[in-house]
T-cell receptor, first 114, second 113 residues
Framework: DAGITQSPRYKITETGRQVTLMCHQT?????MFWYRQDLGHGLRLIYY???????DKGEVPDGYVVSRSKTENFPLTLESATRSQTSVYFC?????????????FGPGTRLLVL | GNSVTQMEGPVTLSEEAFLTINCTYT??????LFWYVQYPGEGLQLLLK?????DKGSNKGFEATYRKETTSFHLEKGSVQVSDSAVYFC????????????FGSGTRLLVRP
């Protein structure tokens, strides 16, 4: 049971480059989420998806793009990376109904933008 | 909008001490409440949850009770261990808000032998 995986686990890039972070889950969960974790802010929601081809903005979506062509994948793209996007990124997934709304988190991707 | 406030850390305790981490929330309706734990270098794991008022979530000796009257969900453990050292996040989600998790800022717990 692979669960939810993220790749790469660590990434160093330069300002202005495009970066894509991958997220894959094997449970066929309807919902998927992207968060960023920064010291003093806890986790903040970037984008989420309720199903394939349905995505919506979270609290901090600027500078990010998502897509969800398949239920199991939810890639996050930084179109032109900035230093302020240096962070730890977590992907999560959950089932649809109340009572089963627990989110399961991936191991995270540590991104450094130079 | 919905929000979660939890006590500032770090919290430093000796092994076998009693732990309380305070968490209060602001939300309309009846959200579900969660405690997640993050061990060093890892992702978040669900520790416990409660989905309605007066429910008590419990796991691994940790407990928290959903108090609607005080809008609180304080985390407690009677006797902490060194292995409990981690960052603890209180969070809420609501069906009317697509189950998005709203997190507190996290509380770092350090347990000394």
């Amino acid at each position: 049971d692979a669960g939810i995986t993220q790749s790469p686990r660590y990434k160093i890039t330069e300002t202005g480059r495009q970066v894509t972070l991958m997220c894959h889950q094997t449970w066929s969960h309807s919902y998927m989420f992207w968060y960023r974790q920064d010291l003093g802010h806890g986790l903040r929601l970037i984008y989420y998806s309720a199903a394939a081809d349905i995505t919506d903005k979270g609290e901090v979506p600027d500078g990010y793009v998502v897509s969800r062509s398949k239920t199991e994948n939810f890639p996050l793209t930084l179109e032109s990376a900035t230093r302020s996007q240096t962070s730890v990124y977590f992907c999560a997934s959950s089932e649809l109904d109340r009572g089963r709304e627990t989110q399961y988190f991936g191991p995270g991707t540590r991104l450094l933008v130079l | 909008g919905n929000s979660v406030t939890q006590m500032e850390g770090p919290v430093t305790l000796s092994e076998e001490a009693f732990l309380t981490i305070n968490c209060t929330y602001t939300a309309t309706g009846y959200p579900s409440l969660f405690w997640y734990v993050q061990y060093p270098g890892e992702g978040l794991q669900l520790l416990l949850k409660a989905t309605k008022a007066d429910d008590k979530g419990s796991n691994k000796g940790f407990e928290a009770t959903y108090r609607k009257e005080t809008t609180s969900f304080h985390l407690e453990k009677g006797s902490v261990q060194v292995s409990d050292s981690a960052v603890y996040f209180c969070a809420l989600s609501a069906r009317y808000d697509s189950y998005k998790l709203i997190f507190g800022s996290g509380t770092r717990l350090l347990v000394r032998p």
